[in-house]
């Protein structure tokens, strides 16, 4: 079996984080999030597959090469400009040789891959998507299916209370290789909007939904992407995380500063005084003075958080630097390199980027 890990995108919705490193390479508990889908698929068994990018795309290359050091063989397919969820697939279609694997790059789930595959082989469709239950649906995709999980519909975020099902599209689907027949060649095509809508209104074989009830998040949004650290460190998504501190720093960093749980970095410097945690992440080569705090906040790789400065529910890309005194909350994002300056307040969803 092979799998197309979709890693094309922009990530506009990460700025200022993605302005430097691609939404795949994002980290999640200090491991881009990529190299976690690709162990998962490793996993299950599933070792070929097919990387289509094209944003910021030697980040990627660079990191996996061959995909020999995961057991894996990697290829990378960069496009020029953006094809689309499906005219990505339709443009590595040589390289395709039966039913595949299609994966959003940014998506965290505890999706069982070889479940879906046994399901699959079952149903004998022409894919197979995962669904899952959300309570409000309007921001997502709604599959509405039969009581035999054949698809009849998509209905894209719709009004919350004309949605006609709480089962979204959860970003995982296992497709027959006709489905590529199916999206023209040459322009950009959406899957959601018009790959699979064609299929149904096609009438041909059927797509089966694989509704489960796993842990599920698409990291696209700046909130999304802590939450997810949170539900980590609860276990709810369950990533075997050792319980109250983890990381290869953990035993480095003053007892007393540590309020788990909290993840830590090699090579953090961290002050006695200061406190980490809770759901805290530091990244490696963290520096963290007297009296600063980080709580419910991602650290990046390299970052200083001066003297009695606060960064909580806040996101703080690689080299930035937390001057004395500030405080950085309520969803705020920093990106790569930023200086923010000793005193000042960063209050809901503030942005501060390095010009470019
Ligand atoms: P936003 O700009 O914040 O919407 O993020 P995004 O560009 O990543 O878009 P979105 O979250 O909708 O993409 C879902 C998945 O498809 C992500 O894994 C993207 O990397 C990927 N993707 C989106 N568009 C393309 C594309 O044109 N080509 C390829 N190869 N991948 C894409």
Known sequence: ??????????????????????????????????????????????????????????????????????????????????????????????????????????????????????????????????????????????????????????????PRDEAPTDEINAGTYLLEREVLDRIPAGRPVSIERETFPALIAGGGRPLYAFTTADYWIDLGKPEAYLSAHRHVFDGVMPLGLAPQVDGPGAAAVPASAIRPPAFIGHGCRVHPDAVVGPYAVLGNGCEIGPDAVVADSLLWDDVVVETGAQVDWAIVASRARIGAGARVTQGAVIGHGAHVAAGTVLVENARVAVER
């Open 1 to 158: 079996m092979q799998a197309v890990v979709l890693v094309g995108g922009e990530g506009t919705r990460l700025r200022p984080l993605t302005l430097e490193t691609p939404k795949p390479m994002v980290p999640v508990m200090n491991m881009p999030f990529l190299e976690r889908t690709l162990r998962r698929l490793k996993e299950a068994g599933i070792d070929d597959v097919i990387l289509p990018a094209g944003y910021l795309p030697e980040a990627i290359t660079s990191y996996f090469g061959d995909g020999s050091a995961l057991g894996l063989h990697i290829r990378y397919v960069i496009e020029s400009t953006p094809l689309g969820t499906a005219g990505a697939l339709k443009n590595v279609e040589q390289y395709i040789d039966g039913p595949f694997f299609v994966l959003n790059g940014d998506v965290l789930t505890s999706l069982d891959l070889r479940a879906m595959m046994d399901f699959h082989r079952r149903k004998g469709g022409i894919g197979t998507l995962h669904l899952i239950r959300v309570a409000d649906p309007s921001a997502f995709g709604c599959v509405v299916h039969d009581a035999n999980g054949r698809v009849e519909a998509f209905v894209e975020k719709p």
